[in-house]
């Protein structure tokens, strides 16, 4: 049988393809590793829910989303069991008044915070089962666009309380109710949910 021989130079060559090859393999097994789910990269700060008189029908939830990725994600859904729907929402001005309108998506820009609070993006709670009840905790669940989720657990907070990233004194928009008043808000021009 005869042997294959290799110059010193083809010797240099098989030797470095063989290492780029072991390299690559490592490097994908890492990546695969590293890459988990939307969900795993976003922390959630400081959940929590407006607690509400028992004839109130809806509420919202307010939160902070730290995005520990270097790309952009989205919140598309969240969802509770305290209520017959939840809808993302934010406030738009529309002919000087605030209103608040169901969005798509939150978007969760890469390596930042986005703030769901009292004036801006939240979480509504449409159609509650029951009342939510201060000093209690309500469990959810939030939706990322790649289809995974995060469950959480989220304090029930008085009227009066104010997150970190909410503006003291709370604030009043619109001319109609979204199923009353929440904290001195209250949002107008039709009913929560519609569209």
């Known amino acids: 049988m005869s042997q294959i021989r290799f110059t010193p130079l ?10 780029a090859t072991i390299s690559s393999t490592f490097a994908s097994d890492a990546a695969s590793e590293d890459a988990g789910t939307v969900a795993d990269r976003i922390v959630v700060l400081e959940p929590y829910a407006r607690a509400m008189p028992p004839m109130q029908p809806t509420s919202a939830m307010f939160l902070s989303l730290k995005n520990t990725d270097g790309v952009d ?16 929402h934010t406030h738009i001005m529309e002919d000087g008044v605030a209103r608040m309108r169901q969005v798509e998506k939150i978007d969760l820009p890469a390596s930042a915070t986005a703030s769901l609070a009292p004036g801006g993006f939240h979480v509504m709670l449409i159609g509650l089962h029951g009342p939510l009840v201060e000093g209690r905790t309500m469990a959810a669940t939030l939706h990322f666009e790649d289809g995974s989720t995060k469950a959480i657990e989220v304090p029930i907070r ?29 949002c107008g021009g039709g009913k929560c949910g519609s569209r």
Not at 73 to 88: G, K, M
Not at 167 to 181: D, E, L, N, R, V
Request: aromatic share 2%; charged share 20%; hydrophobic share 40%.
């Open 10 to 19: 083809a010797r240099i060559a098989l030797a470095l393809t063989m290492l």
């Open 158 to 186: 008085g009227l009066s309380y104010r997150g970190k990233s909410e503006p003291a004194g709370g604030m009043k928009c619109g001319t109609g109710k979204c199923g009353g008043s929440m904290g001195g808000m209250k």
């Open 73 to 88: 994600h989205a919140l598309v859904a969240a969802t509770s069991d305290v209520a017959r729907s939840v809808e993302l």
